[in-house]
T-cell receptor
Framework: GNSVTQMEGPVTLSEEAFLTINCTYT??????LFWYVQYPGEGLQLLLK?????DKGSNKGFEATYRKETTSFHLEKGSVQVSDSAVYFC???????????FGSGTQLTVLP | ETGVTQSPTHLIKTRGQQVTLRCSSQ?????VSWYQQALGQGPQFIFQ???????GRGNFPPRFSGLQFPNYSSELNVNALELDDSALYLC?????????????FGQGTRLTVV
C-alpha cells in the first residue's frame, strides 16, 4: 500500500537557519506529492505540491523536488522565520483517487 | 468565496454515545473527504463522498458512516463512541477536475470522548 515516512521531530532552529525536513514515500505508479502546514489550533493548508518526477514545488520560500529515483520529497527553506513555527506534513495522492496519505508530521519551532 | 467550514469546533461525548459532525464544502466543490487526526499523528483517511455517493473508504469500522447532501455539504456520524475516537476530525473538499486538484481543509472538530 501507499505510505509516507517523515523525519522524526521535533525540530528546533534559530531564525535565519536553513531547514530540511526529510520525506520518503512508498507507492506504485506516479503519485502526486504534497507538503501541508498546520498552525496551532488550525486545519491544514497546502504549502506546495509536485505532480511528476523532477518537478519542483515552491511557495513562501519553501521548496521541494519530486525525486523518483530516491522516492523522496524533502522540504527545504534557506532562511526560516519565527512565523514558520508549525507542524509540517508530507502527503501523497496516487492516481485519480482524491484521498491523501499523510506522514506523521514534523513539529518545527523557530526561535528568535 | 467562503472556505470549508466545520461544526461544532469542539465537542465532548461519553463513551457509547453517538455523534454527528458537519462540514460545508467550498463553493463549487463536489468531493468531500473526512480524516481523523489523533494527537501527535498525521491525518488518517476515513472516507470520501462524490456526488452523494461514498467513493473510497479507509481502514475504519462501519460505525463510522457519512452522508453527502445535494448541496455537497457532508456529515460524519460515529456510533458507539470509544475513548480512542478522541481526535481532531478534518473535512476537506475538492473541486471537479483531475487528480492534480487541491484539497481544501476546514479547521476541524475536536472530539473528546470521556
Amino acid at each position: 500500500g501507499n505510505s509516507v515516512t517523515q523525519m522524526e521531530g521535533p525540530v528546533t532552529l534559530s531564525e535565519e537557519a536553513f531547514l530540511t525536513i526529510n520525506c520518503t514515500y512508498t507507492a506504485t505508479g506516479y503519485p502526486s506529492l504534497f507538503w501541508y502546514v498546520q498552525y496551532p489550533g488550525e486545519g491544514l493548508q497546502l504549502l506546495l505540491k509536485a505532480t511528476k518526477a523532477d518537478d519542483k514545488g515552491s511557495n513562501k520560500g519553501f521548496e521541494a523536488t519530486y525525486r523518483k529515483e530516491t522516492t523522496s520529497f524533502h522540504l527545504e527553506k534557506g532562511s526560516v522565520q519565527v512565523s514558520d513555527s508549525a507542524v509540517y506534513f508530507c502527503a501523497l495522492r496516487r492516481g485519480s483517487a482524491r484521498q491523501l496519505t499523510f506522514g506523521s508530521g514534523t513539529q518545527l519551532t523557530v526561535l528568535p | 468565496e467562503t472556505g470549508v467550514t466545520q461544526s461544532p469546533t469542539h465537542l465532548i461525548k461519553t463513551r457509547g454515545q453517538q455523534v454527528t459532525l458537519r462540514c460545508s464544502s467550498q463553493s463549487g466543490h463536489n468531493t468531500v473527504s473526512w480524516y481523523q487526526q489523533a494527537l501527535g499523528q498525521g491525518p488518517q483517511f476515513i472516507f470520501q463522498y462524490y456526488r452523494e455517493e461514498e467513493n473510497g473508504r479507509g481502514n475504519f469500522p462501519p460505525r463510522f458512516s457519512g452522508l453527502q447532501f445535494p448541496n455537497y455539504s457532508s456529515e460524519l456520524n460515529v456510533n458507539a463512541l470509544e475513548l480512542d475516537d478522541s481526535a481532531l476530525y478534518l473535512c476537506a473538499s475538492s473541486p471537479p477536475g483531475t487528480d492534480n486538484t487541491e484539497a481544501f481543509f476546514g479547521q476541524g472538530t475536536r472530539l473528546t470522548v470521556v
